[in-house]
Structure formats: C-alpha cells, structure tokens
C-alpha cells in the first residue's frame, strides 16, 4: 500500500488546511481498511489524531475536538483543520490499514508539514 500525502504549508493563526492521502494497493486482493491522520511535533511522539472506518464511523482524539474532521471518499481521507494554533504546528502523517485476507498491516504516509505561525 502506498499513500500520499499533501496539503500542508505556512498558515497564519486561526487559518485553515485541508490535508489529502489518497491510498493505492498494489494488489487488487489488498483492501484498504481504516484511514487515519497522526501527527508529530518536534522533539514529541507521533499522536493520533482522527481515524476513520471503511464505513465513515470516526474517533477524535480530544484535542482533535471541534476543530478537525476527517472524512474519506474511497481510499482517499481528509482532514480539514480550522482555526489553526501554533501549537498545530508539526508533521501529520496519513495511515492506512492494508488487509488481505486475514492479515491486517499498517501503512504510512511521507508526512506533510503543517507550519502555524503566530
């Protein structure tokens, strides 16, 4: 599975961004199960931030809350980001479940860089 990733950039506080990850399988026997965005501040670990089902239930972590909502059309997700905080600065990766058969595995994306400033 390969995903890629974009919409990242420089964005003034109180901005919005909308990030894409389109997902491709290089088996059609290989499903794209669950979506997912994460991102990574500096100097901090990768954190959750929306995942999304195959079927569009999806969780938020809690600073995720109010301000971000991921959706997904097909194998591509979404994650539209308002009223940025410098604090939103970090890499966000894109996840994707890849599943053949029984198997389920964990994909990830390059990054794109989100960058708010203040």
């Known amino acids: 599975v390969q995903l890629q990733a974009s919409g990242g950039g420089l964005v003034q506080a109180g901005g919005s961004l909308r990030l894409s990850c389109a997902a491709s399988a290089s088996s059609i026997k290989i499903k794209i199960g669950d979506m997912g965005w994460y991102r990574q501040a500096p100097g901090k670990p990768r954190d959750l931030v929306a995942r999304?089902?195959?079927?569009?239930r999806t969780n938020y972590a809690d600073v995720a809350e109010g301000r971000f909502t991921i959706s997904r059309e097909k194998n591509t997700v979404y994650l539209q980001v308002n009223s940025l905080k410098p604090e939103d600065t970090a890499v966000y990766y894109c996840?994707?479940?890849?599943?053949?058969?029984?198997?389920?595995?964990?994909?990830w994306g390059q990054g794109t860089l989100v960058t708010v400033s203040s």
């Open positions: 996840s994707a479940q890849g599943v053949w058969g029984s198997s389920v595995r964990d994909y």
């Open positions: 999304i089902t195959n079927r569009g």
